[in-house]
């Protein structure tokens, strides 16, 4: 299996343009995850699914913020409009059941000016 | 809230020596991961720890968890350069549920040195 695979890898953008990041997980997954990483903040889960289906989206920062799984190989997580404070590295995850190891994509690395 | 704070935050070893990272939480919780991150590269699964007392090995890595105090520690022995990284454990916050809920600590950056 290719393992968890995001894109773009890299995004630059301007303030208050959409942004829409892609996820495929690894096949026969039934849980996604979105994380968010910054100095600041650290590693921070923003919302995950189960089945397809949004468990718990309390990390989504705000209203700007939506994450959608229409099947059960393809998420995005879309911003908009996006601010310079959304600038960070955006992981998706995958794990098959909730209690074992996520396998995290290589991140998209988002730059908003 | 679960806390999860690991100490130390920065590392320095030198080569052959051993060391403990130690990872503590602040809610009762029976799931806890340790995971490590390349500089500018993605997560890393090192160890999962589902039960009070499991311990696990991996080379030069042992990672054990104590869900009465709330602890983990991942212990390095005799570090090579290799295993200079940012080490992170992860606690799942459904206590009980099996969702992968995951509260990360803030990560050890462990540097090896000859």
């Known amino acids: 299996d290719a393992g968890v695979i995001q894109s773009p890898r890299h995004e630059v953008t301007e303030m208050g343009q959409e942004v829409t990041l892609r996820c495929k997980p690894i096949?026969?997954?039934?849980?996604l995850f979105w994380y968010r990483q910054t100095m600041m903040r650290g590693l921070e889960l923003l919302i995950y699914?189960?089945?397809?289906?949004?468990?718990?989206d309390s990390g989504m920062p705000e209203d700007r913020f939506s994450a959608k799984m229409p099947n059960a190989s393809f998420s995005t997580l879309k911003i908009q409009p996006s601010e310079p404070r959304d600038s960070a590295v955006y992981f998706c995850?995958?794990?098959?059941?909730?209690?074992?190891?996520?396998?995290f994509g290589p991140g998209t690395r988002l730059t908003v000016l | 809230e679960l806390k999860v704070e690991q100490n130390p935050l920065f590392l320095s070893m030198q080569e052959g020596k051993n060391y403990t990272i130690y990872c503590n939480y602040s809610?009762?919780?029976?799931?806890l991961y340790w995971y490590r991150q390349d500089p500018g590269k993605s997560l890393e699964s090192l160890f999962v720890?589902?039960?009070?007392?499991a311990v696990k090995q991996e080379g030069r890595l042992m990672a054990s968890l104590d869900t009465k105090a709330r602890l983990s520690t991942l212990h390095i022995t005799a570090a090579v350069h290799d295993l200079s990284a940012t080490y992170f454990c992860?606690?799942?916050?459904?206590?009980?549920?099996?969702?992968?809920?995951?509260?990360f600590g803030k990560g050890t950056k462990l540097s090896v040195k000859p």
């Open positions: 096949s026969g997954h039934d849980y």
């Open positions: 992860a606690v799942d916050m459904t206590y009980g549920g099996s969702q992968g809920n995951l509260i």
């Open positions: 809610t009762t919780s029976d799931r």
């Open positions: 699914f189960n089945n397809n289906v949004p468990i718990d």
């Open positions: 995850a995958s794990s098959f059941r909730g209690y074992n190891e996520q396998f």
């Open positions: 720890l589902l039960s009070n007392g």
